[in-house]
């Protein structure tokens, strides 16, 4: 089997982020309940190129992987640049010099986002997870198993709904040659 590859799953998120409706629901997962975005695309990612499902046990390794680069860097860079968003940060001539500072803060803080990526690709290399044959069920098993850890089942709904907008079916018709 084909090693699982960090720039694929980062194509991936970008890609699934952009679809309407992914970002604010990420986002409220974040903010609202506590779950990590690069997480959640990962069990997204990992049922539709592979039928995975993550145990508990697997999400609760992966999560340790990535929470010194959470805690230590894309936290605070997150922290910074949404200060830096807020109306009251800055005026008149510093406002255009603090949008910039916010830019460079904001492609910082994505580089991180994407070391996250491949540190979780690195451990979820490592595991030996069960696969489940929908794809769709797969990845709502996963997030099942996340909604726990997080201990936030009021996030359900949510997280179907990712998974529904995420998630695509792979084709039953042969690739041409």
Same mark, same amino acid.
């Given at each position: 089997?084909?090693?699982?590859?960090?720039? /694929?799953?980062?194509?991936?998120? $970008?890609?699934?982020?952009?679809?309407?409706?992914?970002? *604010?629901?990420?986002?409220?997962?974040?903010?609202?309940?506590?779950?990590?975005?690069?997480?959640? %695309?990962?069990?997204?990612?990992?049922? #539709?190129?592979?039928?995975? $499902?993550?145990?508990? /046990? &697997?999400?609760?390794?992966?999560?340790?992987?990535? &929470?010194? =680069?959470?805690?230590?860097?894309?936290?605070? %860079?997150? #922290?910074?640049?949404?200060? %830096?968003?807020?109306?009251?940060? /800055?005026?008149?001539?510093?406002?255009?010099?603090?949008?910039?500072?916010?830019?460079?803060?904001?492609?910082?803080?994505?580089?991180?986002?994407?070391?996250? #990526?491949?540190?979780?690709?690195?451990?979820?290399?490592? %595991?030996?997870?069960?696969?489940?044959?929908?794809?769709?069920?797969?990845?709502?098993?996963?997030? =099942?198993?996340?909604?726990?850890? $997080?201990?936030? =089942? *009021?996030?359900?709904?949510?997280?179907?709904?990712?998974?529904?907008?995420?998630?695509?079916?792979?084709?039953?018709?042969?690739?041409?040659?």
């Amino acid at each position: 089997m084909k090693p699982l590859d960090p720039d /694929t799953f980062w194509r991936f998120s $970008v890609s699934a982020y952009a679809q309407p409706g992914v970002a *604010d629901i990420c986002l409220s997962l974040q903010d609202d309940h506590g779950f990590d975005v690069n997480l959640l %695309l990962l069990c997204c990612w990992l049922a #539709q190129l592979r039928s995975i $499902v993550l145990s508990e /046990t &697997e999400l609760r390794f992966l999560l340790a992987e990535i &929470e010194a =680069t959470n805690s230590e860097v894309i936290g605070p %860079l997150r #922290q910074a640049r949404r200060w %830096l968003k807020a109306p009251a940060s /800055t005026s008149g001539a510093s406002a255009a010099k603090a949008q910039r500072v916010r830019r460079l803060i904001k492609m910082a803080e994505l580089e991180g986002e994407r070391l996250a #990526q491949h540190l979780l690709i690195s451990a979820a290399s490592a %595991l030996g997870a069960e696969s489940c044959a929908d794809l769709l069920n797969a990845a709502n098993l996963s997030l =099942t198993a996340y909604t726990r850890i $997080v201990n936030e =089942t *009021d996030a359900a709904d949510a997280l179907q709904s990712l998974a529904r907008l995420v998630v695509k079916e792979r084709s039953k018709d042969p690739l041409p040659s």
